[in-house]
DNA sequence: TCAAGTGATGGGACTTGGTCTCATCAACCG
DNA sequence: CGGTTGATGAGACCAAGTCCCATCACTTGA
């Protein structure tokens, strides 16, 4: 395989994946992913900034589908329509190729510290789009944070729901937020 | 400084956080922190298991009181006031060091990409204590965790705050789960 | 047709985080 | 006083990540 094979940045994902899931992600050197893509250690840093980021591309569109699905909402909405229109909004990006390389994925997040850190300073960057966007419509700090937290609560829970049903990824969010938000608005009256 | 100083482990702490404010993170190498405590690299890394943890000890305690708080709580309590009971289990770890310190080591945190990782993969470390602890009272799995994210926002706002004026946290815990727990509330309604 | 330019890649030196093993030394103990 | 224990020092070693420069495929313009 020489020079100029199209889809650099793809093989390597895939090769990573596969090599995480067969041998474990500390036992698999950046080296080798590069190997098995056809590529050098040197061309991997040059499409992830670390062994890490293979994992978790794209999600800097999720950032802005995010907050224009926030901006995007009609003027009369509160911060939780506004979350909802942000969910529905991410939902170009839950293709079936995702779905089906979602389980292995998660797979191998779940079975590394490093990973769980990148994947919570993820959500965290969710989180803090979604609050800079609903403060820019005028929802008060708090208001911004609550709303946020509850959103990316609901998609945390989405995307596991997604991954294992399947279906349109816009209603499977909308009913999570949906529950999210009515078991916190339960919570108030169970003293 | 010969060898069996005592406290080799906070002096690792103290030359951490000021090599990291004087001179920031990326350009303080373990072997200098390690120096500058006496000490050698070996034996930095036989009390902190990599760079950043020195900025993150004793969080195993707080995951331990927030269990306890909410595991202690009256059985007539319902998931926030449990909450509230794991926040006021944690004060006692809020001391005056940890106050006189708390401002640079949240300058640094914020300064770097990896530290923020690990603060996030903290909290999210926080939260799923809690979730544990709650469902453990027979409170559901997403009244836990409903529950429990509201309760690490109420935290971090509560430590923010605590920094910056200081007195009693508990108290200032207290008031910013009120707050938290009332603007959720407050989402609902207004559609 | 060919020479210069461009952009992605290869290759290797280098620093540092982190692991591992073994030697060393201070304190404690019988 | 000799043995044990526990923390430390010392250094080899590997992999992550950075940096610099050479190289090659392809494009462009004369």
Redesign the pocket.
């Known amino acids: 395989m ?4 199209p889809d ?2 793809d093989r390597l994902v895939r090769a990573a994946l596969d090599l995480f899931s067969e041998q474990g992600y500390e036992n ?5 992913i ?1 190997e098995r893509a ?10 992830f ?5 293979v994992l978790f591309g794209g999600q800097d569109e999720i950032l802005e589908l995010l907050a224009g699905g926030i901006a995007g909402a009609p003027a009369s909405a509160g911060a939780l329509v506004a979350v909802e229109a942000a969910l529905v909004a991410i939902a170009v990006t839950f293709t079936e190729e995702r779905r089906a390389n979602g389980p292995r994925r998660l797979a191998v997040i779940a079975s590394n510290d490093e990973l769980r850190e990148r994947d919570a300073l993820k959500m965290t960057g969710f989180a803090a789009a979604m609050v800079d966007a609903l403060k820019r419509r005028g929802v008060s700090e708090l208001g911004a944070e609550v709303a946020a937290e509850l959103g990316v609560l609901a998609l945390r829970r989405a995307y596991s729901r997604w991954l294992e049903a399947g279906g349109d990824f816009a209603e499977v969010a909308r009913r999570a937020l949906e529950e999210v938000s009515a078991t916190a608005a339960a919570l108030e009256r169970a003293e």
Do not use: M
């Not at 020489?2 to 094979?5: D, I, L, S």
């Not at 698999?28 to 080798?32: C, E, G, I, S």
């Not at 900034?49 to 980021?53: F, G, I, L, N, V």
């Open positions: 020489g020079r100029w094979e650099a940045r698999t050197a950046v080296a080798q590069a056809g590529l050098t250690k040197s061309t991997y840093f040059r499409h900034r670390d062994k890490r980021e």
